[in-house]
């Protein structure tokens, strides 16, 4: 299985909750609307509230996971969203609510370990 995780900050402009509220009403409808959702998409938001390290300078909103069952499955969903309207779209989506200095993505294969 292989995963993109992106590490994404809010515009400085935006409060949590409507960062969320776009994230979860806005972006991912559009995005499972013009390409399809892959198997996994997870969101995870930050809990600013409760750092476990206090004053820790942390960069980013939310850590989003996308997987796929293999490269072939990663790719031609990659394949669909780069499509230029469909990418237009997105980009003008990201724009309404990403800070662009703070987005950082990357493919990652799991390994997971189990207690016995």
């Known amino acids: 299985m ?6 994404l900050a809010r515009r400085p402009d935006l409060t949590p909750e409507a960062f969320i509220d776009h994230y979860e009403n806005h972006h991912v409808p559009l995005i499972c609307r013009l390409v399809g959702a892959p198997p996994v998409y ?6 600013r509230d409760e750092p476990l ?10 850590v989003t996971e996308q997987k796929f069952a293999d490269r072939e499955a990663l790719e031609a969903w990659l394949a669909a969203v780069s499509q230029p309207e469909v990418a237009a ?5 990201e724009a309404r609510f990403l800070d662009p200095r703070h987005y950082f993505a990357y493919v990652v294969e799991e390994h997971v370990t ?3």
Do not use: E, K, N, W
Request: proline share 3%; charged share 20%.
């Open 53 to 62: 390290l206090p004053g820790a300078a942390i960069g980013f909103d939310v």
């Open 89 to 93: 779209q997105v980009r003008a989506d």
């Open 42 to 47: 997870r969101r995870s938001y930050l809990r």
């Open 2 to 7: 292989l995963t993109i995780m992106a590490f």
């Open 114 to 116: 189990t207690s016995a």
